[in-house]
Nanobody, 115 residues
Framework: QVQLVESGGGLVQAGGSLRLSCAAS????????MHWYRQAPGKQRELVAA???????HVADSVKGRFTISRAIGESTVFLQMNNLKPDDTGVYYC?????????WGQGTQVTVSS
């Protein structure tokens, strides 16, 4: 089992920055890819960014150039650095850990960007 705890959300004005953290514990050696998803009110959950065990990253076109995904040297914590935030970035941000046969989610952290 893998436990995920997100932190770092909050209220920020447009143009501001936030850094989200996702601390993983448990069977972390079996994790293949870590993801950040977000869900805005009334919308479907969407993939924001991903980082694989080999360090390869993927960032959605909607946040490219503004958001960066990275992980701590110990690799049990993943970060999402969000710069130049826009009101459209508002939503609940979820951390996801995916392995060969499992898929775990954190509880989510709220990000609200005011105009």
């Amino acid at each position: 089992q893998v436990q995920l705890v997100e932190s770092g959300g909050g209220l920020v004005q447009a143009g501001g920055s936030l850094r989200l953290s996702c601390a993983a514990s448990g069977s972390i050696a079996s994790i293949k890819t870590m993801h950040w998803y977000r869900q805005a009110p009334g919308k479907q959950r969407e993939l924001v960014a991903a980082i694989q065990n080999d360090g390869n990253t993927h960032v959605a076109d909607s946040v490219k150039g503004r958001f960066t995904i990275s992980r701590a040297i110990g690799e049990s914590t993943v970060f999402l650095q969000m710069n130049n935030l826009k009101p459209d970035d508002t939503g609940v941000y979820y951390c996801n850990a995916a392995g060969t046969i499992f898929d775990y989610w954190g509880q989510g952290t709220q990000v609200t960007v005011s105009s």
